[in-house]
């Protein structure tokens, strides 16, 4: 089992993970969407977010993309990680933890003291909470978020759907500082 930053070359695996967290591409070109089935959209945000694969980890088994986790910049010191996902038949098997640990290594690392998130996934919600000691600061109606992506001069769109019938977005935070003395304390 390995997690490392994600490479151009892991595009196609990537998306293929997102897909199975309910993203959808889109293809403006050829007038429309790749992905069926948009019927649990209730609104859109009113900016888009970048992915940026600089800011992107990516877990392995074997040499099979499984796990993809993306962050950015929010200001001088506070990250937010805009998607993390594993994919179904790997869940509980460490992924989710190993990249969850990296994003926060780097995000310390180069500065940020404060790392936030949003989900509508109850379980996922919990799970940051056990795991990495988020807390919840905030909740809002789902509005769903347009993404996109640079590949060569192509520009990849999708839309990250979240969890049918799930309304509520709850916005989530965890102290870096807190998180890694802990740590060092032991
Ligand atoms: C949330 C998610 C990323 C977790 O990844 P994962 O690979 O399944 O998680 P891991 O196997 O690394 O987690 C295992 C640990 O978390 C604990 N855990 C698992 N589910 C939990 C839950 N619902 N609540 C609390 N703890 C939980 C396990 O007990 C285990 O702890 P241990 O290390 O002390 O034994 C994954 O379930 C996922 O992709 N979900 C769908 C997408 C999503 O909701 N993304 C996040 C919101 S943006």
């Excluded at 945000?45 to 993809?68: K, P, S, T, W, Y």
């Amino acid at each position: 089992m390995a997690v490392r930053k994600t490479r151009t070359s892991d595009l196609q695996s990537v998306l293929d993970v997102l897909r199975s967290y309910h993203f959808k591409l889109l293809d403006p070109v050829n007038g429309g969407v790749v992905d069926e089935n948009f019927g649990d959209i209730i609104s859109l945000r009113n900016h888009a977010c970048e992915l940026d694969l600089g800011n992107a980890f990516v877990a392995v088994h074997g040499d099979q993309v499984v796990g993809f986790a993306h962050y950015e910049r929010q200001g001088e010191t506070t990250v937010k990680q805009t998607l993390m996902s594993v994919l179904p038949e790997h869940h509980g098997r460490g992924y989710g933890v190993k990249l969850q640990k990296a994003l926060m290594d780097e995000a310390y690392a180069r500065g940020a003291k404060k790392l936030i998130t949003a989900t509508d996934n109850p379980k996922a919600k919990a799970w940051y909470q056990k795991k990495f000691g988020f807390i919840v600061i905030g909740t809002e109606p789902v509005r769903h978020r347009l993404h996109f992506l640079r590949s060569g001069d192509r520009i990849i769109w999708g839309i990250h759907y979240g969890f049918p019938g799930e309304k509520t977005l709850s916005i989530m935070s965890c102290d870096l500082e807190k998180f890694f003395d802990g740590r060092q304390k032991g």
